[in-house]
């Protein structure tokens, strides 16, 4: 009995995003912290780097070494170690901190069709906005000619939920602040966003915020339950009356609230119409979910399951169909 509470207790925490991301950030922490306690001259080689951005320079290579030194287009100066550290330490640094940014907008992201590409984007954008600075920074002109590229290629992508700006526009921030070698600043932009967004997402703010009457705040009045698609009412809908095969989902979950958040983006997508009937606890801890749903015509159950799996991934443990 005992072993199955602990191993109930290590899934649960296993599977909590908080712990999660704690202990990925603490790893990274410490694999930075180390790597200058144990190569000291990394920490000159980025702080020569941040330097010579404030300095500026005659090219992008930085000023020839003087009398006596390497040429300033040798394949030695080029591959010397004070140009390659900062710029691979800059890199791995902007993707290590822009991947839990990724995991936090696919666990509270609303959009289940662009929910794939722009995570997939959150985390190689920090990357090319860290090389880019590496180009530019103490050059003008290739400032300007980056300028007429981007210019030229006239990127047309529109993001369709304004949440989706505000997760790039942060990746933007982490690329630019560790292409200037201000890695701390990433560090804690990464972890104060992730953290502030898991707060809202978490606390459901401004779900049914009090409304203002003259100069006083009067709390929301009671809402009646409203069908998860915001159509018509389930006696007005076709299919609530019995019309068409009505199909009972089991969705087994670590956390319920997240489970249904994602059973109902699923449903939106497949069903006509559904409710959720009832949650129950099962033997080893988890949450089962028991949902009755009406599929639209051309769709199948093993295809709403297999939605449902994917958009979950650790949060959903297994997803079962019957004929109601």
Same mark, same amino acid.
């Given at each position: 009995?005992?072993?199955?509470?602990?191993?109930?207790?290590?899934?649960?925490?296993?599977?909590?995003?908080? @712990?999660?991301? +704690?202990?990925?950030?603490? &790893? #990274?922490?410490? $694999?930075? *912290?180390?790597? =200058? !306690?144990?190569?000291? %001259?990394?920490?000159?080689?980025?702080?020569?780097?941040?330097?010579?951005?404030?300095?500026?320079?005659?090219?992008?290579?930085?000023?020839?070494?003087?009398?006596?030194?390497?040429?300033?287009?040798?394949?030695?100066?080029?591959?010397?170690?004070?140009?390659?550290?900062?710029?691979?330490?800059?890199?791995?640094?902007?993707?290590?901190?822009?991947?839990?940014?990724?995991?936090?907008?696919?666990?509270?992201?609303?959009?289940?069709?662009?929910?794939?590409?722009?995570?997939?984007?959150?985390?190689?954008?920090?990357?090319?906005?860290?090389?880019?600075?590496?180009?530019?920074?103490?050059?003008?002109?290739?400032?300007?000619?980056?300028?007429?590229?981007?210019?030229?290629?006239?990127?047309?992508?529109?993001?369709?939920? @304004?949440?989706? +700006?505000?997760?790039?526009? &942060? #990746?933007?921030? $982490?690329? *630019?602040?560790? =292409? !200037?070698?201000?890695? %701390?600043?990433?560090?804690?932009?990464?972890?104060?966003?992730?953290?502030?967004?898991?707060?809202?997402?978490?606390?459901?703010?401004?779900?049914?915020?009090?409304?203002?009457?003259?100069?006083?705040?009067?709390?929301?009045?009671?809402?009646?339950?409203?069908?998860?698609?915001?159509?018509?009412?389930?006696?007005?809908?076709?299919?609530?009356?019995?019309?068409?095969?009505?199909?009972?989902?089991?969705?087994?979950?670590?956390?319920?609230?997240?489970?249904?958040?994602?059973?109902?983006?699923?449903?939106?997508?497949?069903?006509?119409?559904?409710?959720?009937?009832?949650?129950?606890?099962?033997?080893?801890?988890?949450?089962?979910?028991?949902?009755?749903?009406?599929?639209?015509?051309?769709?199948?159950?093993?295809?709403?399951?297999?939605?449902?799996?994917?958009?979950?991934?650790?949060?959903?443990?297994?997803?079962?169909?019957?004929?109601?």
């Amino acid at each position: 009995m005992r072993s199955t509470e602990a191993t109930t207790s290590s899934s649960l925490l296993r599977h909590n995003v908080v @712990v999660r991301l +704690a202990g990925y950030y603490a &790893v #990274v922490l410490f $694999i930075f *912290l180390g790597l =200058g !306690v144990l190569f000291p %001259s990394i920490v000159d080689y980025m702080d020569l780097e941040r330097l010579r951005v404030v300095t500026s320079t005659q090219d992008l290579f930085g000023a020839a070494g003087g009398e006596g030194g390497p040429s300033l287009y040798t394949t030695e100066a080029l591959f010397r170690a004070e140009r390659i550290v900062p710029v691979l330490v800059s890199m791995f640094g902007a993707l290590a901190l822009s991947i839990p940014v990724a995991w936090v907008y696919t666990w509270t992201s609303s959009q289940p069709k662009t929910r794939q590409a722009v995570a997939r984007t959150l985390v190689v954008l920090p990357i090319a906005i860290a090389f880019v600075v590496f180009l530019v920074k103490g050059s003008l002109p290739l400032a300007f000619s980056l300028a007429g590229i981007v210019a030229a290629v006239r990127f047309r992508t529109s993001l369709s939920d @304004v949440t989706d +700006a505000v997760f790039l526009f &942060v #990746v933007i921030g $982490i690329g *630019l602040s560790a =292409g !200037v070698q201000l890695l %701390s600043v990433a560090f804690l932009a990464s972890v104060l966003f992730t953290g502030a967004t898991l707060a809202v997402w978490g606390t459901r703010f401004a779900e049914h915020p009090a409304r203002l009457e003259g100069l006083r705040l009067v709390p929301a009045g009671p809402v009646a339950p409203r069908d998860p698609t915001g159509a018509e009412s389930a006696e007005k809908r076709p299919g609530a009356r019995g019309e068409g095969p009505q199909t009972v989902f089991l969705v087994y979950s670590s956390d319920s609230d997240q489970a249904e958040r994602i059973a109902n983006l699923a449903f939106g997508q497949f069903a006509k119409e559904w409710r959720l009937a009832r949650v129950t606890q099962s033997d080893d801890g988890g949450r089962l979910l028991e949902f009755h749903v009406r599929l639209k015509k051309r769709h199948e159950p093993a295809t709403v399951r297999d939605s449902i799996r994917e958009a979950g991934g650790s949060v959903i443990l297994d997803v079962t169909s019957t004929p109601g």
